[in-house]
């Protein structure tokens, strides 16, 4: 089974940092492309960023550019995101989801974990 | 990056058949047949429903299907169920590498 667990969210302060992991299982992690979406509370779904199977491939939303890193350990079958200089528009519940294709942004999103919510606030 | 357009809301009686609009341009939906559909119930996480604009998931019943014309996606519900009741998503891979989500729609069964 695909499983897809993310965890690091948390209460931080604007201006901060965090770093977000998403941990995969059931399927050859490193075979394929991931992403980032999250969802501010009572909103729609934003798309945030995506790594290609390897990592050599990065793509960010406008919104994020500039702040946020998307990165994977293959052998630890693990994704992540560094989040820099946090505002209170990047409070959301961050999900990971996984793609159909290793290189491909141009795709579906699935599965997707469960999220983990990042709160910004003084 | 803007966003698809969507209903609001749309609702239908048990057993009825409903349809949800997702509009871009044509540097998204209308570019590419890479339209995705997502589920959403209240508090949890989305799941796929559609992909490529008409094929489902395994699992995914026959009573949802999806199809295109121009910029606009459409999906469609026949004979609606009680656990049919949540939001609804398009999502659409843009030119620049980029991905777009619809504005969502809930879905009411009356």
């Known amino acids: 089974e695909v499983r897809l667990v993310e965890s690091g969210g948390g209460l931080v302060q604007p201006g901060e940092s965090l770093r977000l992991s998403c941990a995969a299982s059931?399927?050859?992690?490193?075979?394929?492309?991931m992403t980032w979406v999250r969802q501010a509370p009572g909103k729609g779904l934003e798309w945030v960023a995506f790594t290609s199977g390897s990592g050599g491939a990065k793509f960010y939303a406008d919104s994020v550019r500039g702040r946020f890193t998307v990165s994977r350990d293959n052998a630890k079958n693990t994704l992540y995101v560094q989040m820099s200089s946090l505002t209170v528009e990047d409070t959301a519940v961050y999900y990971c989801?996984?793609?159909?294709?290793?290189?491909?942004?141009?795709?579906?999103?699935?599965?997707w974990g469960q999220g983990t919510l990042v709160i910004v606030s003084s | 990056q803007s966003v698809l357009t969507q209903p609001a809301s749309v609702s239908g009686s048990l057993g009825q058949s409903i349809t949800v609009s997702c509009t871009g341009t044509?540097?998204?939906?209308?570019?590419?047949?890479?339209v995705s559909w997502y589920q959403q119930h209240s508090g949890k996480a989305p799941r796929l429903i559609i992909y490529d604009v008409s094929n489902r998931p395994s699992g995914v019943p026959y009573r949802f299907s999806g199809s295109k014309s121009g910029n606009t996606a459409s999906l469609t519900i026949a004979g609606l169920q009680t656990d049919d009741e949540a939001d609804y998503y398009c999502?659409?891979?843009?030119?620049?590498?980029?991905?777009?989500f619809g504005s969502g729609t809930k879905v009411t069964v009356l």
């Open positions: 044509s540097s998204d939906v209308g570019a590419y047949n890479s």
């Open positions: 989801a996984k793609l159909p294709r290793e290189y491909q942004l141009r795709g579906w999103f699935d599965p």
């Open positions: 059931g399927f050859s992690f490193g075979s394929y492309g």
């Open positions: 999502g659409s891979y843009g030119s620049g590498s980029t991905y777009v």
